[in-house]
């Protein structure tokens, strides 16, 4: 990759907008800490006229055919599954993943493309019977206009698709905005919308590191923005809501977790360390339904750690580029402090670490260099401590022991969030009886893996509001409206 490059704030698809010079937002490596980019650091000004020019753009866009924006979406699928190996070498150096699940952000985020290219023909109205004879009562769904997209840097590119699709398949336009750590891959997406034949003002994207919540205050209080969509924390969507109260917007807010991950004795036991390796280390354990607490049935613990702790140690920790990695870095030294006071809390409150992986093959020089934190397994998590009150975010493990099938609704619900939660038995009534009885927007039985472009992502409680992705996820991004025709003579 190149050692710099300016990705233009308030760019629209076509392009047309000169980016004015401005102080550079700083994006580095997690690996290394090194500077690898600058980036054009967006400003109020830049925010108004990026919603300027979607304002304008939804006039047109509004009115076009569904199939005509299906079309669109299916061409800026196949670009991005073309250009898959360079776009997630971005997103590895922006963020850090392992190179294999940087492809697969790729693909996820084109399956987002794809599914929505179907969704977009199927946003059916109704007829309705109508109790006065001489009437007759239809509705019609149409775009709620322009949205702004913020999307968080643990999944740079899948997360602004999921937003993207679902509005340019409504035939809403949109300002996206990365998170200042990621803004690269999000920034070709736009350069990709345009290639694919996205009319002008549809796509906009606007880069900022230090002006993040001047623009999110900006996007948040526009008249002439109808919705916000929004994934990150749980505090940050609080504030969201606060900023958007006077215009009245629409709110998808799909935020923080702190998901349970049940291990009953009858478990499969390579099936339960597999789901977990995929819900605890995916992304190093920074995706929102990252598995948080783990309760294990007493009689299946000792299989369970010997087998968890065989898995991971087989998984190299390195930068993403070495293709042999399997966990990387962690986003930012922030990320990394938190979780070790997670891990230190555990520990100074009763929890014994069971393991501590030796971060090989990393040398310790290179170990220092980037954001990386060793994955580590605790036992003795009790409800006193950190990483039982709030999501950690990094790989941490962390066990709690349980005896009864009744005791483990209450310990899983124990939580203002409710996101993802996991469950492992091979007793399909078991299963069944406590997915229906955890408080969480997603649960897995006996898989670690919740997230598909046709499934219905998002949480309960404080996890937020909406669901993305699916047949409901454009339901976010249109209003109904109800025609009332009388046919009297
Ligand atoms: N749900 C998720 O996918 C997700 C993603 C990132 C972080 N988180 C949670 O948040 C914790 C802290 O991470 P963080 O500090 O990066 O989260 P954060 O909520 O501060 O940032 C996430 C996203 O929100 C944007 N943002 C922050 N303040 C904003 C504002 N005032 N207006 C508009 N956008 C704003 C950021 O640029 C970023 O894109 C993590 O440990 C994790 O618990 C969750
Ligand atoms: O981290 C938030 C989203 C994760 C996903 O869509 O799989």
């Known amino acids: 990759m190149r050692r710099c490059c300016r990705t233009s704030s308030s760019s629209t698809t076509s392009g047309s907008t000169a980016p004015r010079a401005r102080r550079a937002e700083r994006a580095a490596d997690p690996s290394t800490g090194e500077l690898l980019c600058t980036a054009v650091e967006g400003g109020k000004e830049d925010a108004e006229k990026a919603v300027g020019a979607a304002h304008a753009a939804f006039a047109n866009f509004k009115k076009t055919t569904a199939r005509s924006r299906a079309r669109l979406l299916r061409q800026l699928n196949d670009l991005l599954l073309e250009n898959q190996e360079d776009i997630a070498r971005l997103i590895v150096a922006e963020n850090g993943k392992p190179w294999k699940e940087a492809l697969a952000e790729v693909t996820y985020s084109a399956s987002f493309l794809e599914w929505f290219s179907g969704e977009a023909e199927r946003a059916y109205g109704a007829t309705i019977p109508a109790a006065n004879p001489a009437s007759r009562i239809m509705t019609i769904k149409q775009p709620i206009g322009v949205v702004a997209a913020l999307a968080p840097w643990n999944l740079p590119l899948a997360m602004a698709a999921r937003k993207v699709a679902a509005a340019i398949a409504a035939g809403c336009t949109v300002v996206v905005k990365p998170a200042g750590e990621t803004p690269y891959a999000t920034a070709v997406f736009g350069v990709l919308a345009k290639r694919a034949g996205v009319p002008k003002g549809v796509v906009n994207v606007i880069t900022a590191l230090e002006n993040t919540a001047l623009i999110g205050e900006t996007l948040c209080t526009d008249p002439r923005v109808r919705k916000v969509s929004f994934t990150g924390s749980t505090r940050v969507g609080k504030l969201l809501v606060k900023l958007t109260a006077d215009t009245l917007k629409?709110?998808?807010?799909?935020?923080?977790?702190?998901?349970?991950?049940?291990?009953?004795?009858?478990?499969?036991?390579?099936?339960?360390?597999?789901?977990?390796?995929?819900?605890?280390?995916?992304?190093?354990?920074?995706?929102?339904?990252?598995?948080?607490?783990?309760?294990?049935?007493?009689?299946?613990?000792?299989?369970?750690?010997?087998?968890?702790?065989?898995?991971?140690?087989?998984?190299?920790?390195?930068?993403?580029?070495?293709?042999?990695?399997?966990?990387?870095?962690?986003?930012?030294?922030?990320?990394?402090?938190?979780?070790?006071?997670?891990?230190?809390?555990?520990?100074?409150?009763?929890?014994?670490?069971?393991?501590?992986?030796?971060?090989?093959?990393?040398?310790?020089?290179?170990?220092?260099?980037?954001?990386?934190?060793?994955?580590?397994?605790?036992?003795?998590?009790?409800?006193?401590?950190?990483?039982?009150?709030?999501?950690?975010?990094?790989?941490?493990?962390?066990?709690?022991?349980?005896?009864?099938?009744?005791?483990?609704?209450?310990?899983?619900?124990?939580?203002?969030?409710?996101l993802g939660a996991y469950l492992y038995t091979q007793d399909i009534g078991r299963a069944l009886r406590v997915a229906e009885s955890i408080h969480a927007g997603m649960v897995g039985i006996n898989t670690g893996m919740l997230s598909a472009s046709e499934s219905p992502f998002g949480g309960v409680g404080e996890s937020g509001w909406g669901k993305e992705g699916s047949l409901m996820g454009i339901e976010d991004y249109v209003v109904t409206k109800a025609i009332n025709i009388d046919i009297s003579a």
């Open 250 to 418: 629409k709110l998808s807010l799909e935020l923080g977790g702190n998901a349970p991950v049940i291990v009953f004795d009858d478990a499969n036991v390579k099936k339960a360390v597999d789901g977990v390796i995929v819900s605890k280390l995916r992304n190093g354990g920074q995706t929102c339904v990252a598995a948080n607490r783990l309760l294990v049935q007493k009689g299946i613990l000792d299989a369970f750690l010997k087998e968890l702790k065989t898995r991971m140690e087989g998984m190299a920790v390195g930068g993403g580029l070495d293709h042999n990695s399997a966990i990387g870095p962690l986003i930012s030294q922030a990320a990394l402090k938190k979780v070790d006071e997670h891990t230190q809390d555990a520990l100074s409150k009763g929890a014994t670490q069971y393991w501590q992986h030796p971060a090989s093959p990393l040398t310790p020089e290179r170990f220092a260099k980037g954001n990386f934190y060793p994955p580590t397994i605790v036992v003795g998590l009790t409800e006193n401590m950190k990483v039982w009150e709030e999501e950690t975010f990094g790989p941490l493990a962390a066990i709690k022991v349980f005896e009864k099938e009744e005791e483990v609704e209450k310990l899983a619900n124990d939580t203002r969030v409710g």
